[in-house]
């Protein structure tokens, strides 16, 4: 790999970006494959290493988590290379700037891979897991916490407009540190109060929400998601609601070993470390008093990956996707706007959150058409549902995956959509059924070629929906079309009727 593999450019123009976290309790590497204006993971693998364990006690970092990061670090590397990465970048964060020879580390890795090592101080740390959070939740606004072995970094971040990264704060906490303190919970909580109490940034978090980066408060979010029984096992923008937060972190930060043992979800070595991690939490919430906490799973790869695409590129990374992925899996490259115009007239009140739910799930309304007719509705459901895409909340997904298994005929009864009414409350759930018809009816009109959609219209009013059709031609006519926009008629509460136009003009330039 060149040089210009290892630094990042003045302008990116690569597809794919490689980063090595050297963290305090763990080292992973993250691929990202560039889907337009949007990043997605093509390879995300981890390596629990505990590097930063005994650091208070010794100043050094731990010899068993060196010996155990050298070679995986070199095949981390070597992977990166593998997949002819463009950009790769090695970051080390508390432990290595810490440790009386986290330099001589450094150099060592750097002799090993042929990569230099980035070892970043706590402010750049801080800003780097903002920055990805902000990627991954655009209108985020409150305060960051990101939870390392060897501390939690606190950022205050402001998405409304264009996105502001604030203030940062580090504190000793990390839960590797802390776990060398012993079992002694009074000096556990003591050493976590002490520190918290000089964060006075946490107050920007009051009545907004704390959002949370970090394998061990992860580890949390998949704890709590078992506990509800929550339909929907995806990390990311995953939310529990302040008091809520307040009972089970509590419960959390007091479970015994034995009880641990008990618990399947989450990885042992990443267990351990839980009920400090909730300690922590626990008492961050009770200082900053946010009315929600709000699980990342972008954080300082992301933000590092994220920062080095052109300014031009930064779309709603939403859409971006939706429109990659249209790109690569539509029958003749979908056009999803002309869908949106199409379909418009149905909506007149939309505000701009559900225009973009409505233009996004017009974008993805072709990606199932490879799959066998039976199955047409459960693949894009789940594929909605489940897609690996920043900047959209559960019930956004919820609402996509909805109108597009309409969209392809599914029952609303259907088991595949048991998540839906834990999601979405019902006026929302009718309206993506809406939706969902109305591309049904544009699908069946056009066969998929939506060029033809500029003979036809739709239009709603008072007395009904109207399907407006060209002066003559039988293209548009058949008991298909008309089974369809009375199906659309009857959701809308309406009734349905189908005219002629007077003269051969187009419909829709």
């Not at 050298?70 to 002819?84: D, G, I, K, M, T």
């Not at 959070?133 to 985020?140: K, R, S």
């Not at 392809?408 to 018809?437: F, H, K």
């Amino acid at each position: 790999m060149s040089d210009r593999a290892s630094r990042p450019p003045a302008e990116f123009a690569g597809d794919r970006i490689a980063v090595i976290d050297v963290g305090s309790n763990s080292l992973r590497l993250v691929v990202f494959e560039r889907l337009g204006a949007t990043l997605i993971p093509l390879l995300n693998e981890k390596i629990m290493c505990g590097l930063g364990r005994g650091l208070d006690a010794t100043g050094r970092l731990n010899q068993a988590g060196v010996d155990l990061a050298y070679p995986n670090l070199q095949r981390f590397v070597a992977l990166a290379r593998a997949l002819e990465a463009d950009h790769l970048a090695i970051i080390a964060t508390a432990a290595v700037r810490e440790a009386l020879d986290g330099r001589p580390f450094a150099a060592e890795v750097e002799r090993q891979t042929g990569v230099p090592v980035r070892i970043i101080d706590g402010t750049e740390e801080a800003r780097l897991s903002a920055a990805g959070v902000l990627a991954g939740i655009p209108d985020a606004e409150g305060v960051v916490a990101d939870l390392g072995g060897g501390s939690v970094e606190l950022v205050t971040v402001n998405g409304n407009g264009w996105p502001q990264i604030g203030d940062g704060v580090t504190l000793p906490l990390g839960a590797l540190r802390l776990s060398e303190l012993g079992d002694s919970r009074k000096k556990i909580l003591d050493t976590i109060d002490r520190a918290v109490a000089g964060a006075k940034l946490l107050g920007a978090a009051r009545s907004r929400a704390l959002y949370l980066v970090g394998g061990a408060w992860r580890a949390i979010a998949r704890l709590h998601m078992e506990q509800v029984h929550y339909p929907l096992h995806i990390i990311h923008h995953y939310t529990i609601r302040r008091r809520a937060a307040e009972t089970f972190l509590e419960f959390m930060g007091g479970l015994s070993r034995r009880s641990l043992d008990r618990v399947s979800a989450v990885n042992r070595r990443r267990l351990e470390l839980v009920p400090l991690a909730a300690m922590v939490l626990h008492r961050l919430v009770v200082a900053a008093r946010p009315e929600r906490i709000v699980f990342s799973a972008f954080g300082l790869r992301e933000g590092y990956a994220y920062g080095l695409l052109p300014d031009r590129d930064r779309q709603d990374p939403l859409l971006a996707a939706c429109i990659g992925i249209a790109a690569s899996q539509s029958r003749w490259h979908k056009d999803g706007d002309r869908l949106q115009q199409w379909t418009a007239p149905l909506f007149p009140t939309l505000d701009p959150a559900m225009r973009r739910l409505h233009r996004a799930a017009c974008w993805l309304s072709d990606i199932a058409w490879t799959e066998h007719p039976d199955y047409r509705a459960e693949h894009a459901f789940t594929r909605a549902l489940r897609m690996p895409v920043a900047a959209i909340a559960h019930r956004e997904r919820a609402f996509i995956a909805s109108a597009l298994h309409t969209r392809y005929g599914g029952a609303a009864d259907d088991p595949v959509r048991q998540a839906v009414p834990y999601l979405l409350d019902e006026d929302a759930a009718a309206e993506a059924r809406n939706l969902g018809l109305a591309l049904r009816l544009a699908y069946t009109l056009c066969g998929g070629a939506l060029d033809l959609l500029a003979q036809v219209r739709l239009a709603r009013g008072s007395d009904g929906v109207t399907l407006e059709l060209p002066a003559e031609g039988n293209l548009f006519t058949g008991e298909a079309v008309q089974r369809r926009l009375d199906a659309l008629a009857r959701s809308l509460g309406l009734s349905a009727r189908t005219i002629r136009r007077r003269s051969a003009e187009r419909a829709l330039a």
